[in-house]
């Protein structure tokens, strides 16, 4: 089987895997996307300002993850 690139769950895995390694990102200050640390403009709106505390990027990725409310559960079994 073969489905196209569709990130179903992949903002939740996305979100664990950022709250695992928070050091690693930041937050945007314009958009709220959350971002490498290494970025040095925002690729989403070019922004130059960003939160790079553990606890924002943690609460961030949560929040994105939940903004997209897939449903995910138990029927989608690989
Ligand atoms: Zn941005």
Request: glycine share 2%; proline share 8%; hydrophobic share 30%.
């Amino acid at each position: 089987m073969s489905t196209p690139e569709e990130p179903k769950d992949s903002r939740q895995k996305q979100a664990e895997k950022i709250a695992s390694h928070p050091e690693q990102y930041k937050v945007c200050e314009g958009c709220g996307s959350i971002v490498v640390a290494r970025a040095v403009t925002c690729p989403s709106c070019h922004a130059y300002l960003f939160d790079s505390s553990a606890p924002r990027v943690i609460l961030q990725a949560q929040t994105l993850a939940l903004r997209n409310p897939n449903s995910v559960l138990s029927s989608d079994l690989n």
